[in-house]
């Protein structure tokens, strides 16, 4: 299993820093975007956090996340550096289609994105699925492991689900532990790579 990064990591970047990487991290609302950005970035996390209003309540969808008390209204930031000199740079997406209007804007320049879903509510990844092959980023899928989701669907019915291309890595994931939150970025690089060769560059 892949090492969680240092609590105490500077803010600068390693002298072996090599290969910079701006990774998307998106997912409907309350998927649990900022609690993994939260969980493995080595400097202190930027977050644009603000309460749900009455007035959010009528333009939000709030099924399934009704405990949720704020929402990510810009992005979240966060940074992790890997073996090899490879920095990731992550950018939390907000989840409401409210907020689309930032997407090219955040999306601009990142090389791939991690897709977070809730298997409670998977068809409420549908439009961000869209939004992220519309863009044209290779992505990788997480199922963020919630403790009531449903355990009965196998990987197959998931994937089928979500009508994933046969490529696209899928794994399960604990937002709230770096680790596990560590092994689903590592999927996404490692997909990355297997697409573009560091010897195609």
Not at 7 to 18: F, M, N
Not at 46 to 55: D, I, S, W, Y
Not at 125 to 132: N, P, R
Request: contains cysteine; aromatic residues 6%.
């Amino acid at each position: 299993m892949a090492s969680a990064p240092s609590s105490t990591s500077g803010i600068h970047l390693p002298d072996t820093a090599r290969d910079l990487v701006k990774i998307l991290v998106a997912g409907p609302f309350g998927v649990g975007k900022t609690t993994l950005i939260d969980s493995v970035s080595e400097i202190r996390p930027l977050h644009t956090e603000e309460h749900l209003t009455q007035a959010s309540e009528q333009v939000d969808d709030l099924d399934g996340v009704r405990e949720k008390a704020t929402t990510t209204v810009a992005i979240d930031f966060g940074r992790i550096s890997l073996p090899g000199g490879v920095v990731l740079y992550l950018f939390g997406t907000p989840g409401q289609e409210r907020f689309r209007s930032l997407w090219d804007d955040i999306a601009y320049g990142a090389l791939g994105a991690l897709v977070l879903v809730d298997s409670r509510r998977i068809d409420a990844s549908f439009d961000v699925l869209g939004l992220v092959e519309e863009t044209g980023l290779p992505y990788a899928v997480a199922f963020n492991a919630f403790p009531d989701a449903p355990r009965h669907h196998t990987p197959e019915q998931l994937r089928a689900a979500l009508d994933l291309e046969p490529g696209t890595p899928m794994v399960t994931c604990d937002a709230r532990d770096a680790n596990s939150s560590l092994d689903a970025l590592l999927a996404l690089v490692e997909h990355l790579i297997d697409r573009d060769p560091p010897e195609n560059r």
